[in-house]
């Protein structure tokens, strides 16, 4: 869950440098951690990865950029949480 946290934050930061192909290649990069993600049987975190996905589907703008950064952190508080 970390490395999608981290693949997230990537997002984000190459959305605000407008750096579409490192966009997209963490992109690609955060839908693979995702499916591995999905195996969990944690409900609340299936469905917070429901919402991660369909973000990970939006255009790369502002708007993915600040939800990308909200499910960053949420990720990373969960991930420490399990710990």
């Known amino acids: 869950m970390l490395s999608l946290s981290s693949d997230l934050k990537r997002i984000v930061q190459s959305i605000q440098r407008g750096s579409l192909a490192n966009t997209k ?7 693979r951690w995702l499916i591995k993600s999905q195996k969990n ?4 975190l299936l469905k917070l990865l429901g919402k991660i996905e369909e973000t990970l589907k939006q ?3 502002l708007r993915k950029a600040e939800d990308c950064l909200m499910y960053s952190v949420l990720l990373q508080n969960r991930a420490l949480q399990l710990k």
């Open 41 to 44: 049987k944690n409900v609340a």
């Open 25 to 31: 290649r963490f992109n690609q990069e955060a839908k």
């Open 59 to 61: 255009k790369n703008d």
